[in-house]
Structure formats: structure tokens, C-alpha cells
């Protein structure tokens, strides 16, 4: 007996559907954020959500963070693995956050759904969240002194979180036991479960309007197609391997010593191949980055330099490929530690976008900041509770052919939003006494690299605990064609007494009350010989306080 013909497919029914998958992961995303209880999230946007195909492929994302959405696809496939499609039923939820089965880190928690129409697995939707807290050794589990992940948190193995509609309340007792926030916790994770809920409904109504065999036949025609458009594209950039190298500050445990992240950049074909040999060996910090946050780098460099017209799917990966050195930074073994793995993915970004700034010169800029300083402040309120919130602070992207970078802008393969004055001072006894732009550390160019920030904390009452990662401080960020580097980070605390410690880029420390915190984040290169910098625009930088009259005079 003959297998059944392929339905035939009309394209403008194929471009409605993938219109609509767009928005159903837009409204997923919608769902999660307004949903969430921590600040992280509802303020700082850090979290995701995506669709994909019964065999794990990414069908559809939302307008999110690409490390989450690139690292849910690993995660996906291993829910897959471990719980075979025949064994899923309605009503079941998965989740993990192992960084060595697929994960990133272990705040990021996933959550996936199996999503059935007429009793089989038509879909899967997703969400992940950055989580507060989930353990470990310091507030809001980012300790940059932990020398293995057992000190990160709380680590989650695949498992069902609801098995046909019931909840595994064993789970839910363990994790609330080993948090320090446990309602703001299982708060975001409901927010999760919503997201996932809101993915299924929307895909079954579109079954039902289309039926589930032309469903599949339209994902597999948008993920061939998106793979021949990035193959085309690709076949554009002249065949070659191109090399770049920067550098993190340290690794947390060793201040002195820098890390080296290294990229050969080979173009074939229509194929991109990214082989890291030469980069720094397995750390002992938190600076490790397990393989699908090197994948996760790879696929956003990838939609950066083609066509952003392209849908954004699993076809658009499929050229990809990589070489990552095991016992390395890039692929680490367990139990290495990784909480801090997001400056290592946006390092290893900025080097795979570096490889085409000669060969690609109207897409790729200088080099940005590249950081995103990240704090975790933690404590007891007035009234005996305890809180944990999270702060994080971009700098300035790096200066293009044709404009000038970005001031306070997060890049390289991160999205989130600086934490809104009021939403910290809400959740912890702490004051931000100055918030502005700082002047001068856009790297001078033809066109200026954006600028970074300076923020003042100062705390109010009682004793909190401070994790302070950051980057940058030792090593700026590139300009291209003549183009300055951007200004290094500083941070510096100030004691009530008086004494001030310079934060050598890593720190976990205690501050109490009447103890500030000042922090400036570095700057992007700026690209072009400065003496070319139009006199109009350089007038403006000094009258709006972006560059002052000593910089000006030295340009």
C-alpha cells in the first residue's frame, strides 16, 4: 500500500501561517513577561519564548534573547530523547535547566509542552526564564568565585513537571526548599506554564483550520526554505577563513590572568564553519560555556550577517557548524562551573562578527562593549523578609561605516532592558543616587562608538550581599578602520568610613549601610579616522555632554 501524497501546498497559505506562528510566539512572549513576578523579568525582559516541530526543529520565535532561544533547541531535543513522542500525552509538561544535558545555565529554566491534535504531537511550544534565585552559594545564584556548579544552584535533570494535567508536587516542594525566594520562583515558573498553554491553544486552532498533515508539511516547506535563503546568502561573502580574537578580564578566581577566546571563520559553499582552537583552556571560574551557548553565539552571528529578511528557523542553522576544543572555555567538562557563561557567549559573538569586519565592511562594526554588567544584590528587608533582585547594565555598541554606535545598548546575542530605577528601589533597601550617560567612553571615530553608563548605588538599611561581573575593565573594545577603542569599565566601592575598593571586574562582597557603589560601563570602538569626524556632529557630542572639551581638542 502507497503512502499518501504530499498535500500540495499554496504559498500564500504557507506565508499566512508563518505570519501566524510569528505572532503566536510574540504572544507567548507577551504572556510571559506580563505574567512574571521577579523584576528580572517583567522590567528586564530576560526570558523567551519559542515554537518547534515534533522533531525538535525551531519553528518560530519571538522577539526575545538569542542565547535563550538558540539553547532551547538542544533542551527540546533532549526532552525528546528522554521521553520518547509515544510516551507523551496531553496535559504533560517537561522541564530542566542542566547545562551539561543541553542547558545554559542554571537560573534559565525551561519549560516545554507537547502539543497533540487528534492524539498525536503535532508541535512542541517552549518558554525559558532567567530565575531570581535558585540557590547555590550567593544571592541570586551568580556567585563569580564558584569553582564548580554544584556552588550555582539548584540542578535540574529532564523531568515531568505535570504528567496528564496533574503537577509534580515532589518537584515543587524541592524547589521551593532550595530557593531563597520561593513565591517569586513558582510565580515566573506559572508565568512559564501560561506562555507554553497560550503556544498550544494557538497551534491547535490552527490545526483545526488547517488540519495537522498540511500543518507539517508547511513547517518542513519554511524550514527549507529559510536553510536555501541562508545558503544563499552565505555563498554571497567570498569563500575564505577569516580569524579574530578578544579577550574576557579574568576568570573569577584567577584576576590576573586573561581569557582568550579565538575564532577561525571558515565561509564554503554556503556553509559557515567556526573552529575555536586557540582559545583558552577549561577555567577554573564560572566563565565556561557549554556547547549550546557556543551554538547559540554561532546562530545569532549567522542572522547577523545575512539577509534579516530571511525567517528566522531551524533551516537558518543548518549550515552552521563548529569545532570546540574539549576541555576548553568553549566546552567545558562537568563539573566546571558556567553561571557566568553570558559574557563568554557575547565574547564569542563579537570574535564571530570580528572575522567579517574586513570582508563584510557595511555590516559589521567595530567592536562593542560587549558586556553586560551583571549584579545580584541580596538581603533582608525592614520587616524580616528577604529579598533578591538582579541588575543588568549594557555599554555602548561599536560605531558602523555609516553611523555612530548606540549608547547603553545590549549586543552580541543578549536583549534584555536595563532594571528601571523604581523597580529596584521597590524590591530592596537601596537608592540609585545618579544614572546618566558616560561622557568620553565612546571610542573616537569618524563615527563615535556608543556610550556606556554611570550608575550610583547607595545602600539604606541593614547588609546586603553584592555580586558584581563584570567586563571590560582591562580589555577595551576595538575600533576598525582607525577607529578608537572604547573606554574600559570601572567600578568602585565607597565605605561609609570612607575606604575605596576598586572592583577588579569579579567580586562577591557584603555592603551595608551608607556604603555606595559606583559603576561605569565601557564604551564600543568607533570606526574612521577621527580628524574625519564631521565638525556639526562633533559640536553636538560636546553641547550634549557625550564627549568633553579635552576629548574634543584630543580628536
Same mark, same amino acid.
Given at each position: 500500500?502507497? !503512502?499518501?501524497?504530499?498535500?500540495?501546498?499554496?504559498?500564500?497559505?504557507?506565508?499566512?501561517?508563518?505570519?501566524?506562528?510569528?505572532?503566536?510566539?510574540?504572544?507567548?512572549?507577551? +504572556?510571559?513577561?506580563? !505574567? =512574571?513576578?521577579?523584576?528580572?523579568?517583567?522590567?528586564?525582559?530576560?526570558?523567551?519564548?519559542?515554537?518547534? +516541530?515534533?522533531?525538535?526543529?525551531?519553528?518560530?520565535?519571538?522577539?526575545?534573547?538569542?542565547?535563550?532561544?538558540?539553547?532551547?533547541?538542544?533542551?527540546?531535543?533532549?526532552?525528546?530523547?528522554?521521553?520518547?513522542?509515544?510516551?507523551?500525552?496531553?496535559?504533560?509538561?517537561?522541564?530542566?535547566?542542566?547545562?551539561?544535558?543541553?542547558?545554559?545555565?542554571?537560573? *534559565?529554566?525551561?519549560?516545554?509542552?507537547?502539543?497533540?491534535?487528534? *492524539?498525536?504531537?503535532?508541535?512542541?511550544?517552549?518558554?525559558?526564564?532567567?530565575?531570581?534565585?535558585?540557590?547555590?552559594?550567593?544571592?541570586?545564584? &551568580?556567585?563569580?568565585?564558584?569553582?564548580?556548579?554544584?556552588?550555582?544552584?539548584?540542578?535540574?535533570?529532564?523531568?515531568?513537571?505535570?504528567?496528564?494535567?496533574?503537577?509534580?508536587?515532589?518537584?515543587?516542594?524541592?524547589?521551593?526548599?532550595?530557593?531563597? &525566594?520561593? $513565591?517569586?520562583?513558582?510565580? $515566573?515558573?506559572?508565568?512559564?506554564?501560561?506562555?507554553?498553554? &497560550?503556544?498550544?491553544?494557538?497551534?491547535?486552532?490552527?490545526?483545526?483550520?488547517?488540519?495537522?498533515?498540511?500543518?507539517?508539511?508547511?513547517?518542513?516547506?519554511?524550514?527549507?526554505?529559510?536553510?536555501?535563503?541562508?545558503?544563499?546568502?552565505?555563498?554571497? &561573502?567570498?569563500?575564505?577563513?577569516?580569524?579574530?580574537?578578544?579577550?574576557? *578580564?579574568?576568570?573569577?578566581?584567577?584576576?590576573?590572568?586573561?581569557?582568550?577566546?579565538?575564532?577561525?571563520?571558515?565561509?564554503?559553499?554556503?556553509?559557515?564553519?567556526? $573552529?575555536?582552537?586557540?582559545?583558552?583552556?577549561?577555567?577554573?571560574?564560572?566563565?565556561?560555556?557549554?556547547?549550546?551557548?557556543?551554538?547559540?553565539?554561532?546562530?545569532?552571528?549567522?542572522?547577523?550577517?545575512?539577509?534579516? !529578511?530571511?525567517? +528566522?528557523?531551524?533551516?537558518?542553522?543548518?549550515?552552521?557548524?563548529?569545532?570546540?576544543?574539549?576541555?576548553?572555555?568553549?566546552?567545558?567538562?562537568?563539573?566546571?562551573?558556567?553561571?557566568?557563561?553570558?559574557?563568554?557567549?557575547?565574547?564569542?559573538?563579537?570574535?564571530?562578527?570580528?572575522?567579517?569586519?574586513?570582508?563584510?565592511?557595511?555590516?559589521?562594526?567595530?567592536? !562593542?562593549?560587549? +558586556?553586560?554588567?551583571?549584579?545580584?544584590?541580596?538581603?533582608?528587608?525592614?520587616?524580616?523578609?528577604?529579598?533578591?533582585?538582579?541588575?543588568?547594565?549594557?555599554?555602548?555598541?561599536?560605531? =558602523?561605516?555609516?553611523?555612530?554606535?548606540?549608547?547603553?545598548?545590549?549586543?552580541?546575542?543578549?536583549?534584555?532592558?536595563?532594571?528601571?530605577?523604581?523597580?529596584?528601589?521597590?524590591?530592596?533597601?537601596?537608592?540609585?543616587?545618579?544614572?546618566?550617560?558616560?561622557?568620553?567612553?565612546?571610542?573616537?571615530?569618524?563615527?563615535?562608538?556608543?556610550?556606556?553608563?554611570?550608575?550610583?548605588?547607595?545602600?539604606?538599611?541593614?547588609?546586603?550581599?553584592?555580586?558584581?561581573?563584570?567586563?571590560?575593565?582591562?580589555?577595551?573594545?576595538?575600533?576598525?578602520?582607525?577607529?578608537?577603542?572604547?573606554?574600559?569599565?570601572? =567600578?568602585?566601592?565607597?565605605?561609609? $568610613?570612607?575606604?575605596?575598593?576598586?572592583?577588579?571586574?569579579?567580586?562577591?562582597? =557584603?555592603?551595608?549601610?551608607?556604603?555606595?557603589?559606583?559603576?561605569?560601563?565601557?564604551?564600543?570602538?568607533?570606526?574612521?579616522?577621527?580628524?574625519?569626524?564631521?565638525?556639526?556632529?562633533?559640536?553636538?557630542?560636546?553641547?550634549?555632554?557625550?564627549?568633553?572639551?579635552?576629548?574634543?581638542?584630543?580628536?
Amino acid at each position: 500500500m502507497s !503512502s499518501p501524497a504530499a498535500p500540495s501546498l499554496d504559498p500564500i497559505t504557507v506565508e499566512v501561517v508563518r505570519h501566524k506562528l510569528d505572532g503566536i510566539a510574540n504572544e507567548m512572549e507577551s +504572556t510571559l513577561l506580563r !505574567s =512574571s513576578f521577579s523584576p528580572i523579568v517583567k522590567e528586564g525582559l530576560d526570558a523567551s519564548a519559542s515554537l518547534f +516541530t515534533p522533531a525538535g526543529e525551531t519553528l518560530a520565535q519571538a522577539c526575545a534573547i538569542p542565547i535563550h532561544l538558540a539553547t532551547l533547541i538542544p533542551i527540546v531535543r533532549t526532552f525528546i530523547k528522554e521521553f520518547p513522542l509515544d510516551t507523551m500525552h496531553e496535559g504533560d509538561l517537561f522541564v530542566m535547566n542542566d547545562p551539561y544535558l543541553g542547558g545554559t545555565h542554571l537560573p *534559565d529554566i525551561a519549560i516545554v509542552m507537547p502539543v497533540f491534535h487528534r *492524539d498525536r504531537v503535532i508541535a512542541f511550544s517552549a518558554a525559558m526564564t532567567h530565575h531570581q534565585d535558585v540557590g547555590g552559594m550567593t544571592p541570586g545564584s &551568580i556567585p563569580t568565585n564558584a569553582t564548580e556548579i554544584f556552588q550555582e544552584g539548584l540542578r535540574i535533570p529532564p523531568l515531568r513537571l505535570r504528567d496528564r494535567g496533574v503537577m509534580n508536587d515532589t518537584f515543587v516542594k524541592m524547589l521551593r526548599l532550595n530557593v531563597r &525566594i520561593p $513565591d517569586t520562583v513558582m510565580g $515566573d515558573i506559572n508565568a512559564q506554564i501560561a506562555a507554553c498553554q &497560550i503556544g498550544a491553544r494557538r497551534l491547535i486552532e490552527l490545526a483545526d483550520a488547517h488540519g495537522h498533515n498540511l500543518m507539517n508539511a508547511i513547517f518542513q516547506s519554511l524550514l527549507d526554505r529559510s536553510e536555501t535563503m541562508t545558503r544563499a546568502a552565505l555563498r554571497e &561573502i567570498p569563500d575564505g577563513t577569516y580569524r579574530y580574537a578578544d579577550h574576557l *578580564d579574568n576568570d573569577g578566581i584567577e584576576l590576573d590572568r586573561r581569557v582568550r577566546i579565538e575564532v577561525a571563520v571558515t565561509i564554503k559553499d554556503g556553509t559557515m564553519h567556526c $573552529d575555536f582552537t586557540g582559545s583558552s583552556g577549561q577555567l577554573r571560574g564560572p566563565f565556561n560555556c557549554v556547547p549550546s551557548g557556543s551554538a547559540a553565539a554561532a546562530y545569532f552571528s549567522i542572522r547577523a550577517i545575512t539577509d534579516p !529578511s530571511i525567517p +528566522t528557523n531551524a533551516g537558518c542553522f543548518r549550515p552552521v557548524t563548529l569545532h570546540l576544543p574539549e576541555a576548553s572555555v568553549v566546552n567545558p567538562r562537568a563539573p566546571a562551573p558556567v553561571g557566568s557563561r553570558t559574557a563568554t557567549i557575547k565574547r564569542i559573538a563579537g570574535c564571530i562578527l570580528g572575522a567579517f569586519k574586513d570582508v563584510l565592511p557595511d555590516k559589521v562594526p567595530a567592536d !562593542s562593549a560587549g +558586556t553586560l554588567l551583571t549584579m545580584a544584590f541580596g538581603g533582608q528587608r525592614p520587616d524580616g523578609s528577604t529579598y533578591v533582585v538582579g541588575e543588568m547594565i549594557a555599554g555602548g555598541s561599536g560605531a =558602523s561605516r555609516y553611523r555612530d554606535g548606540v549608547d547603553m545598548i545590549e549586543t552580541d546575542a543578549t536583549n534584555c532592558m536595563n532594571l528601571p530605577v523604581e523597580a529596584l528601589e521597590m524590591e530592596a533597601p537601596i537608592r540609585v543616587n545618579r544614572l546618566a550617560l558616560r561622557a568620553d567612553s565612546g571610542g573616537a571615530g569618524r563615527q563615535r562608538g556608543g556610550l556606556g553608563v554611570v550608575k550610583e548605588y547607595e545602600v539604606l538599611q541593614g547588609e546586603t550581599t553584592l555580586t558584581h561581573r563584570g567586563e571590560r575593565h582591562y580589555c577595551q573594545a576595538s575600533g576598525a578602520d582607525g577607529g578608537g577603542a572604547g573606554a574600559l569599565s570601572i =567600578s568602585v566601592i565607597r565605605r561609609v $568610613d570612607g575606604e575605596e575598593i576598586a572592583i577588579p571586574s569579579k567580586l562577591v562582597t =557584603s555592603l551595608r549601610a551608607g556604603d555606595k557603589l559606583i559603576v561605569e560601563t565601557s564604551g564600543g570602538g568607533g570606526y574612521g579616522d577621527p580628524r574625519q569626524r564631521d565638525a556639526a556632529l562633533r559640536a553636538a557630542d560636546l553641547a550634549n555632554g557625550k564627549i568633553s572639551a579635552v576629548a574634543a581638542a584630543d580628536d
